[in-house]
């Protein structure tokens, strides 16, 4: 059975599981939310039928793909789909609804399971995303915004647990957004921050506002979404203002990763070498390797990241709603920020 992709979106909840047959390379890409992977092709035997289908003939390719497609098939009915019930109710894609998604489909049914086959297949999916994200409705934004260090990522989390609507983009990317931002791990690819994006929005009432932090158009590697960016770019905007001791101390905190690891912290302080004379970074490669992370963080708020959010504000006029200030970031100072800021947004329903 066709579904479109209008129809999985409406109801989710009519399919149990969610199965992409694409190769590992391809659902790593991105996928559907909550899909898992069976693929039908590895990444090899798919290179190796594309090359046939190109060079030699696409009759001999379609034949030897179409053995792989069966031998792999069972091999997954023989272990992640041997223990599924008569009642069980999948949907199966692949990239265009093609033929991997259908003969996969077509064994499973032969089998008795009500197998539906998502209509047009993942680029379905991601014209959707792209629809909606590139040239959609804009949601109700209102960024939270402050110099470094002002705890903006850890105020939505404790904003998203007292049930404020929360984006948060750095997450969503694996990345904390500054040249010292990089996550274990890595990043996810262009198309499967989209996905994760699109997909925090499917869970918003969009009639009331959405809190995201203050970010260039740039997370990391991954560009903003022009729709988000836009938003963003016109939203009204809710300042944290606090001083630079009390951020120094919070950041020397959330950075613990990256202080335990001095050769890291070292290569991205390198990695400022084009801003800054080599002086300054000698200076501050000095408390990096003292352990003196207190003082270093203190300092590049003060000379590399305070001046470059100021000429950025004094470049852009920004309508802001409210301001808040804590003494300190530490626990106390903290859930004070989040219980104000909370109170005020329930204020905007």
């Known amino acids: 059975m ?10 989710r909840a009519a399919f149990d599981t969610i199965i992409d047959v694409r190769s ?3 659902f ?18 798919r290179a190796e039928v594309g090359a046939i289908y190109v060079r030699e003939d696409p009759f001999k390719a379609r034949k030897i793909g179409a053995a792989l497609v069966a031998r792999n098939t069972a091999g997954h009915l023989q272990g992640a789909l041997q223990d599924k019930p008569g009642a069980w109710r999948p949907l199966v894609y692949c990239w265009r609804g093609g033929q991997r998604s259908g003969s996969f ?11 539906g086959v998502l209509d047009g297949g993942y680029k379905s999916y991601r014209r959707a995303v792209q629809a909606q ?7 109700r934004l209102i960024v939270l915004d402050g110099d470094t260090g002002t705890g903006k990522t850890e105020l939505l989390h404790r904003l998203a ?28 690819s262009q198309k499967a921050f989209e996905s994760a994006i699109a997909e925090a929005l499917r869970g918003f009432d969009m009639q009331r506002p959405i809190l995201v932090e203050a970010e260039s158009a740039k997370v990391g590697r991954l560009n903003i979404p022009p729709v988000i960016w836009g938003a963003m770019e016109t939203a009204p905007r809710l300042v944290l203002d606090i001083c630079a001791k009390a951020r120094a101390a919070y950041l020397a905190d959330a950075y613990s990763d990256l202080v ?24 501050w490669l000095e408390l990096a390797e003292d352990g003196a992370h207190e003082a270093l963080a203190r300092t590049l708020i003060e000379d590399h990241y305070d001046p470059r959010y100021r000429r950025e504000r004094n470049r852009h006029g920004r309508r802001v709603l409210a301001e808040f200030n804590a003494a300190a970031l530490d626990e ?17 329903d």
Do not use: M
């Open 2 to 11: 066709k579904i479109s992709i209008d129809a999985f979106n409406a109801d």
């Open 24 to 26: 590992p390379a391809e």
């Open 28 to 45: 790593a890409d991105d996928h559907l939310p909550g899909a898992v992977n069976l693929p039908v092709l590895s990444d090899e035997e």
């Open 105 to 115: 489909a077509t064994i499973l049914s032969e089998i008795g399971w009500r197998v």
């Open 133 to 139: 994200l590139y040239g959609g409705a804009p949601p």
């Open 161 to 188: 647990d007292r049930g404020a609507q929360t984006l948060d983009l750095e997450g969503l990317a694996n990345h904390r957004g500054s040249i010292f931002g990089r996550q274990p791990g890595g990043q996810p």
């Open 260 to 283: 335990q690891d001095n050769a890291r912290l070292c290569e991205r302080i390198e990695a400022l070498r084009q801003y800054h004379p080599a002086g300054t970074i000698t200076r």
């Open 332 to 348: 106390n100072g903290l859930r004070t920020l989040a219980d104000a800021i909370g109170n005020y947004l329930k204020t905007l």
